[in-house]
């Protein structure tokens, strides 16, 4: 069963998403904040990561060049989430290391394409 590390720090968005994954088959691990994401993408090693970049403690950013800057872990794919739809945080997203990046709220055909792209890239 494929493993994803759902880090996100809204209650709701972790509830409907995390709910919606597994009807789809995915065993999800939650983390709440990106200190949290990071301690267990190193315990778990999940095969894909889904990051809020806007988290407490240690923000989806600084969480993903943590985890790429790891040989032990920056092979895993990580698509950032984001309720700021602009160009600028795509880039920035991909620039601090995301595989790709999706738009809150959730278009779960859209998402999950993109983690079933993701996954086949990476066996």
Not at 6 to 28: I, K, P, Q, T
Not at 56 to 71: H, L, N
């Amino acid at each position: 069963m494929t493993r994803i590390l759902l880090v996100e720090d809204n209650e709701m968005n972790r509830d409907m998403l995390s709910r919606r994954l597994s009807r789809r088959g995915f065993e999800v691990l939650i983390a709440e904040n990106g200190q949290s994401g990071v301690e267990l993408t190193v315990s778990e090693r999940p095969d894909l990561i889904l990051m809020d970049m806007s988290l407490p403690v240690m923000d989806g950013w600084e969480a993903t060049r943590r985890i790429k800057a790891d040989p032990a872990t920056s092979g895993i794919p990580i698509i950032a989430l984001s309720a700021h739809a602009m160009t600028s945080d795509r880039e920035l997203a991909l620039e601090a290391g995301c595989d790709d990046y999706d738009s809150k709220p959730v278009d779960l055909p859209r998402l999950v394409q993109k983690i079933e792209q993701l996954l086949a890239a990476n066996p």
